[in-house]
């Protein structure tokens, strides 16, 4: 959870269970509450405490980015880091089904997945080794830990792809029917990332 001015804690507006909200009332005196739990266990009462949550800590910096710039369209881009390249070379294309756009080495792997990209990286390499492209520098990155990517797929196709990974000797982690619909599949690359099929139901969007 995120910390907010007064020290409390500020709900956890990146749960699929959270995403939908209805307010009671205007004005600063205004509340808010979950609409999408069973238990309503993530609940906002306090609109005051919301509505600084939402403006964040930099005055004008919204209505700035609003005034001055088109919306983002989607994500492009989504990085995980490994330190075997080889190994998550092979299993993002043998397991997952992925499309490899710039080969393997020792940096990184690239691959196409629908409309975005999945990036591959060697952590010890990128976080010391800077390298350009047509003279532009690309910052220096990496992470520690494992990280998370989930992929789209229709409610109806999760059951081929629980079979596919259950035939590639690969451990199905958990499973989720989330409560606003949809359903997601967590498993593991060699790297150890969570990895997840899921539904777009889980946040809203139509399959």
Request: charged residues 25%.
């Amino acid at each position: 959870m995120n910390s907010g001015a007064d020290g409390e804690s500020c709900p956890p507006f990146s749960c699929p269970c959270t995403v939908e909200r209805r307010s009671h009332g205007s004005g600063s005196g205004a509340t808010w509450e979950d609409n999408g739990t069973a238990d309503g266990f993530f609940r906002r009462r306090d609109g005051r405490k919301l509505a600084r949550f939402l403006a964040g800590t930099s005055s004008g910096v919204r209505d700035e980015c609003r005034v001055h710039a088109p919306p983002l369209r989607r994500i492009l881009e989504t990085a995980l880091y490994c330190d075997d390249i080889a190994a998550a070379a092979k299993f993002y294309v043998e397991v997952i089904g992925l499309e490899v756009i710039v080969p393997p080495d020792r940096r990184q792997v690239f691959f196409r997945c629908g409309e975005g990209v999945l990036l591959i990286f060697d952590p010890r390499v990128t976080s010391v080794d800077p390298t350009s492209v047509n003279g532009g520098l690309i910052p220096l990155h990496g992470a520690s830990g494992h990280g998370h990517a989930a992929f789209a797929a229709r409610d109806d196709e999760l059951p081929a792809w629980r079979e596919r990974l259950e035939r590639a000797g690969v451990p199905i982690e958990s499973e989720v029917n989330w409560p606003r619909g949809g359903h997601s599949i967590y498993f593991r690359d060699p790297a150890g990332n969570s990895l997840e099929i899921a539904s777009p139901r889980i946040w809203g969007i139509p399959e």
